[in-house]
């Protein structure tokens, strides 16, 4: 498992919370998902030889947030 603190820019309510952790979560090979919404990070856990970082990253952007 690998472990990642992903900077997302655009998060600002509890439904921002539920769309990326929701999408997030349900990718292949995601173990967790935990938004910090005041620190605006995402943290993921994840198996990379199932979920790529690129596609996560892709999964934030295709919600409408920046990922940095």
Known sequence: MEKVTLTVNGMSCGHCVKAIEGSVGELQGVKSVH?????????????????????????IDDQGYDVE
Do not use: M, Q, Y
């Open 35 to 59: 938004v910090h919404l005041e620190e605006g990070n995402v943290d993921v856990e994840f198996n990379p030889s199932e979920a790529s970082l690129e596609k996560i990253k892709e999964t």
